[in-house]
């Protein structure tokens, strides 16, 4: 993986009296980022830093290797942007509003006229690039949001919140866009959301923030992929089964119809011994089985384990 797009070491930032941003100090890896937290955790407030379209009260950040708060408009001209909100120009058509801001990133006119047209094609708006925006569905909007974005090949593209409003089948089309442009074109990409499905499922890294600072980040396949025991489903035994294991010198715990079992460290033992036991004392004690396999960590739980860290105020 190539050097960081974005570097933050004790970035702040408060409006009057409320800090949104206390201590921001992670890498953005090149590739596909999500930028997780709930709402209100300062996910755009920090997008607005990267962008320069706000000073920093503290701390250092550099962007493509620059200073947004004094190189703004060399590092705006790297950078995509796709912003929360919907407010676009009605009557404005989609290829209109796309060339218009591939020229205020720097293109020339005939040179952003057909880059905003390339763009529209590729997010799925080609028949539909000389229609006004008012005119579009909330999807189609979004995917002019992205257009606009990448028109300029930009290294680096910041999405926030590129899903809102949209529904179950819009939601997949958009993210489908995401990902190709983010593999298939090699421009990097933060992804700001709340929602872990989103991320999780299309981004490389993630970085997760709460109250103010950045509680975990990494790599998602490093931080979801921990095997952290043996789930067995059953019909009934539960309590048969869990007394047979744990005299075995397992660790049981019964949660609904599902056992969660583990073993103390064996480091000379096959890895999935513990699988057949499993088998062999279910046949045993003639319960019917209705699902056995490891237990991994997910994004969802590396996130709420994040979360209650920081409401104790512990580092992980």
Not at 161 to 182: A, K, W
Not at 217 to 234: A, D, K, P, Q, Y
Request: hydrophobic fraction near 40%; charged fraction near 20%.
């Amino acid at each position: 993986m190539s050097a960081a797009v974005i570097t933050a070491s004790g970035v702040a930032k408060s409006f009057g009296t409320t800090s949104v941003l206390s201590d921001i100090t992670v890498d953005f890896p090149a590739g596909i980022t999500g930028l997780l937290g709930s709402n209100g955790a300062g996910k755009t407030t920090l997008l607005s830093l990267v962008l320069g379209f706000e000073p920093r009260d503290g701390g250092n950040l550099t962007v493509l290797g620059h200073d947004p708060q004094t190189a703004g408009p060399e590092i705006r001209a790297r950078i995509g942007y796709s912003p929360e909100h919907h407010h676009l120009p009605p009557d404005v058509q989609a290829a209109d509003l796309v060339r218009h801001l591939a020229q205020l990133h720097g293109l020339p006119q005939q040179a952003s006229t057909e880059r905003a047209s390339d763009a529209l094609w590729l997010v799925g708006l080609g028949e539909e690039r000389f229609r006004p925006i008012g005119t579009m569905s909330t999807g189609q909007r979004q995917r002019v949001k992205l257009a606009a974005a990448i028109a300029h090949d930009p290294e680096l593209v910041l999405l926030d919140e590129p899903t809102d409003g949209l529904d179950p089948v819009q939601r997949d089309i958009m993210l489908e866009l995401i990902h190709r442009v983010g593999t298939e074109y090699g421009i990097s990409m933060v992804l700001s959301s709340h929602l872990l499905e989103e991320v999780e499922r299309i981004c490389d890294h993630v970085v997760i923030i709460a109250n103010g600072v950045v509680i975990r980040s990494g790599n998602i396949n490093e931080m979801r992929g921990g095997r952290t025991g043996v789930m067995v489903e059953l019909d009934d035994g539960h309590e048969l089964v869990a007394e047979t294991l744990r005299k075995a010198g397992l660790i049981v715990n019964i949660v609904g119809s599902r056992l969660m079992v583990d073993a103390p460290p064996q480091p000379d033992a096959d890895p999935y011994w513990i699988h057949d036991y499993i088998r062999d004392v279910v046949v045993w004690a003639d319960v019917g089985l209705r699902r056995l396999g490891d237990q991994t960590t997910s994004l969802e739980d590396v996130f709420l384990e994040s979360n209650d860290a920081a409401a104790l105020g512990v580092s992980t």
